[in-house]
C-alpha cells in the first residue's frame, strides 16, 4: 500500500500531566505480579529516562557513620569480587568490545568447550525492575526476563540468544552468543553503499525478529543500527540490547504526550532503520525535527521505498501501518531471498498482541 506523506498544519506540543504516584515501568517487589500493557508512559516531570545515575546497591546517605560507610565499601569490593571469580570460572575473557551507560561488554570464550561468548557485565542501579514470568516462581531481572521470554523455544535466528546469567550483590552478568564475523549494522553501512536490495534482505530479518518479540509479549524499543549485528559476508542479522531506548529514534508522541504504544513504536523504529540505512544518516537529528518536520528523501530511492518509510514515519501513531501491513508492503514483498536467510517471512502463526498479553498475565510487555 503506498501512502504518502501529509505535514500536518499544526502540532501542540503538550506534556501530559498524570498522577505524581505513576511510573514509566513499575518496579516489581517480591510478591507483586505487574498486569501486562502495550503503553509506555513518561514519569511526572521526567526529562530523559536513560539519565539515571548508575548507583552500587550498597551506596547509601553521604550522612553515614564512617564505620558503616567503610563496611559498605569493603562488602561492595567483596561481592566485586565473587562476581570476578564466578565469571572466570566458566569464562575467559578476551577482550572489550565496548561500554556505555550502567554496561561493559566483552569478548569471551566458555572455559568447558571453548564456544565464543559476549559477556555482558552491568552494574546495579536504584530501583532495579525485577519480573515473574508466568509459570516460574523466580523474580529475574528484567533484562534477563526478557531474553529468556524471546529465547525459549522455538527460537528465532535473528535474535541474539541468552546462554547464562549470572548475578550477584553488585551486578548483573548476562552470557550471550558472540556470531562469529559480524559487526554492528551502523559500522556496516558506513563501510558498504546498502543497495535497497541489501536493505530488504536486511530488513526482513530485522522485521521478522520484532515479530517473534512481539509474540513473547516483548517490545524492542530501540531497533536502530548500532543494536544490529550483521555478517557482512552472509547478511544475516541478530537483533541484539534488550535494554534501554535511545531518545533520538523516540517517536514524536513521547516527545509531545510523554507516551506510546507498543506497535506504533516498534513501526516508527523500522522506519528510521530503513532510511537510515538507504539514505546514510538519519532522518531526524533533534526533538523538535522529529516533532515538526518531514524526512527529505535523495533521488535515487524508489518510490516504493519512500512510500513505505514515508507510512512508518507518519507523526500519527494511529496512520502508521501495522507489522502485518509492513509486511505486505510492496517494497518488502518484492524481494529475493537471499541464500543466507534461514526461513521467508511469513505471516502464519502471528498472533494478536492483545491475545499474547493475556497468555502473560504475570508480567508487564517491558520496553527493551
Known amino acids: 500500500m503506498d501512502v504518502p506523506y501529509e505535514r500536518p498544519e499544526e502540532l501542540l506540543v503538550k506534556r501530559r500531566r498524570s498522577e505524581s504516584g505513576e511510573k514509566d515501568v513499575e518496579t516489581i517487589k517480591p510478591e507483586t505480579n505487574v ?26 546517605p553521604e550522612s553515614r557513620p564512617e564505620g558503616t560507610a567503610k563496611r559498605s565499601r569493603t562488602e561492595t569490593e567483596e561481592n566485586y569480587k565473587k562476581m570476578k571469580d564466578i565469571i572466570l570460572k566458566r569464562y575467559a575473557v578476551v577482550r572489550l568490545l565496548g561500554s556505555g551507560g550502567c554496561a561493559s561488554v566483552y569478548a569471551g570464550v566458555r572455559t568447558s568447550d571453548g564456544k565464543k ?8 542501579i536504584l530501583n532495579d525492575k525485577y519480573i515473574t514470568i508466568n509459570g516460574d516462581t523466580r523474580r529475574l531481572p528484567a533484562e534477563v526476563a526478557i531474553l529468556e521470554l524471546v529465547c525459549k523455544p522455538p527460537r528465532c535466528p535473528y535474535v541474539i540468544e541468552l546462554l547464562d546469567w549470572i548475578e550477584t550483590p553488585a551486578g548483573i552478568n548476562i552470557v550471550l552468543e558472540r556470531p562469529d564475523h559480524c559487526i554492528d549494522l551502523f559500522k556496516f553501512c558506513r563501510r558498504v553503499n546498502v543497495t535497497e536490495s541489501m536493505a530488504k534482505v536486511i530488513m526482513q530479518q530485522v522485521i521478522q525478529a520484532a515479530h517473534h518479540c512481539r509474540a513473547r509479549g516483548v517490545f524492542h524499543h530501540d531497533i536502530k543500527e548500532e543494536n544490529i549485528l550483521i555478517n557482512p559476508h552472509t547478511l544475516e542479522v541478530k537483533l541484539i540490547d534488550f535494554g534501554c531506548g535511545t531518545p533520538i529514534y523516540f517517536p514524536p508522541e513521547w516527545l509531545t504526550e510523554g507516551k506510546y504504544e507498543a506497535e506504533p513504536a516498534t513501526v516508527w523504529g523500522l522506519g528510521v532503520l530503513l532510511y537510515s540505512m538507504l539514505c546514510g544518516h538519519r532522518p531526524f537529528n533533534s526533538p523538535h525535527q522529529t516533532v515538526y518536520e518531514s524526512q527529505c528523501f535523495p533521488g535515487h530511492l524508489s518510490i516504493s521505498s519512500c512510500s513505505l518509510i514515508n507510512w512508518c514515519l507518519q507523526k500519527d501513531p494511529k496512520r502508521r501501518p501495522t507489522l502485518e501491513q509492513v509486511i505486505a508492503h510492496s517494497w518488502v514483498r518484492n524481494y529475493t531471498v537471499a541464500p543466507c536467510c534461514r526461513a521467508p517471512l511469513a505471516l502464519g502463526g502471528m498472533t494478536p498482541v492483545l491475545q499474547i498479553h493475556q497468555e502473560f498475565k504475570r508480567i508487564i510487555v517491558y520496553t527493551i
Open 35 to 60: 498486569e501486562a500493557s502495550s503503553t509506555v508512559t513518561r514519569r511526572v516531570g521526567e526529562e530523559n529516562p536513560l539519565k539515571r545515575k548508575c548507583m552500587d546497591v550498597s551506596q547509601g
Open 117 to 124: 561468548v559476549a559477556l555482558k557485565i552491568m552494574s546495579k
